[in-house]
């Protein structure tokens, strides 16, 4: 990829170029806890988003698409935003550094990814990072990583129109190899835990599908958390989201809230736990004690907030029947993939079968991709 860029690079802007790069991110557990104030678990992945840049000294950026094979540009005095939607993704970084008091001035860029479209693995997050990472360092500006994960989370917000939480630009700012972050979505206080899990692979399983129902899913879903935090509140005021509820608060307002709403509320409060269970576990060096609790998480996640769909369940079933370690479905849910925690010598069985399994039920072929943990937004 590096060779790709610098080739591209040295024909459109000559010599003198930095190279940077940022990750996408895995996130192991604590899945639908961030809209809740609860803990999220996530890793930088080694697959990202890789630029060379140099200013140009002018106040015009001059950018360059390897993937989307495009060409685009925009003047920093002027507020017009570029057409083309990635190049949306640059602008913005450059708008919300500037709104941070960061200087930025006209540079040329090429760049390229590796990360899988459409596998929830944040390949936006990644561009985001790497040039807020880049445009910090090239024009002195020292802002923290803090900045530079709410920068690429504004970009989304304010330029891109996805109104995303931090976990993702979190994770690709802060992201150490070997190491997983547990990150309070409440007070954003985190802690790296160790993650090398020797005899094991992280692979994920791509369904290669994603169905309609997730957007209003996602909304009604949270809709639910909030009216039971809301029931829990009036007899506990210091309750402010559910991640602060003990199970025992939530079994005192069973009258007062639905059935649905309960579960839901079941499932946010059981997840907090089962990051703190995988935190403790990692600490230990358990991998089978993290790997239940993926597959718990996943029941949650079917059973209880219902945002699962046949294909992740399929692969779920498939996994835990192969006396695979952990498994479970991963991100928003009603599609995308399965995390799994692999022994090495079970790893070539379970993915060839799973793969065969999947296309004999489904009649269309899985994606197969292996991650390691690995840093996130660097200077190379």
């Not at 997730?214 to 007899?235: G, H, Q, T, V």
């Not at 009258?255 to 995988?278: H, K, M, N, P, T």
């Not at 993939?337 to 296309?359: G, M, Q």
Request: charged share 25%; hydrophobic share 35%.
């Amino acid at each position: 990829m590096k060779n790709r860029i610098h080739g591209k690079f040295l024909s459109l802007f000559g010599e003198g170029g930095v190279f940077y790069a940022a990750a996408g991110r895995v996130n192991l557990i604590g899945e639908h806890t961030d809209y809740n104030g609860g803990y999220v678990f996530p890793g930088a992945i080694d697959k990202g988003v890789m630029a060379e840049i140099k200013p140009n000294g002018t106040t015009v950026t001059r950018l360059f698409s390897i993937d989307f094979d495009e060409y685009a540009e925009f003047d920093l005095a002027s507020d017009a935003v570029p057409s083309q939607h990635w190049a949306r993704y640059v602008y913005g970084v450059c708008r919300e550094t500037e709104k941070r008091g960061g200087k930025v001035a006209g540079f040329d860029a090429v760049f390229s990814g590796d990360v899988p479209a459409g596998a929830g693995l944040s390949s936006s997050a990644a561009l985001e990072s790497c040039f807020a990472f880049a445009l910090d360092d090239l024009n002195g500006n020292g802002l923290s990583r803090f900045d530079l994960a709410r920068i690429g989370q504004s970009t989304e917000h304010n330029y891109c129109g996805v109104k995303c939480g931090i976990m993702d630009q979190f994770a690709s700012c802060f992201g150490k190899a070997g190491q997983l972050i547990r990150l309070d979505c409440k007070t954003l206080e985190y802690k790296y835990f160790p993650f090398n899990p020797e005899g094991y692979r992280l692979v994920l399983l791509d369904t290669c599908v994603k169905h309609k129902l997730a957007d209003s899913a996602y909304n009604k879903r949270r809709e639910s958390c909030e009216r039971a935090a809301a029931a829990i509140r009036k007899n506990h005021p210091e309750v402010e989201f559910l991640s602060d509820c003990k199970r025992l608060w939530l079994d005192e307002v069973r009258s007062e809230i639905s059935g649905e709403d309960f579960i839901r509320a079941e499932y946010v409060i059981g997840e907090v736990q089962r990051v703190l269970d995988v935190c403790d576990a990692l600490e230990r060096g358990d991998y089978e004690t993290v790997g239940e609790m993926m597959y718990q998480t996943h029941f949650g996640l079917s059973r209880l907030y219902e945002v699962s769909c046949p294909e992740l369940d399929f692969l779920a079933s498939t996994a835990r029947r192969m006396e695979v370690t952990g498994s479970r479905m991963m991100g928003g849910g009603f599609g995308g993939c399965t995390i799994n925690l692999v022994k090495n010598e079970l790893y070539d069985k379970f993915t060839s079968t799973a793969a065969a399994l999947y296309r004999e039920k489904f009649g269309h072929d899985l994606k197969i991709y292996d991650v390691v943990i690995s840093d996130g937004a660097r200077k190379l």
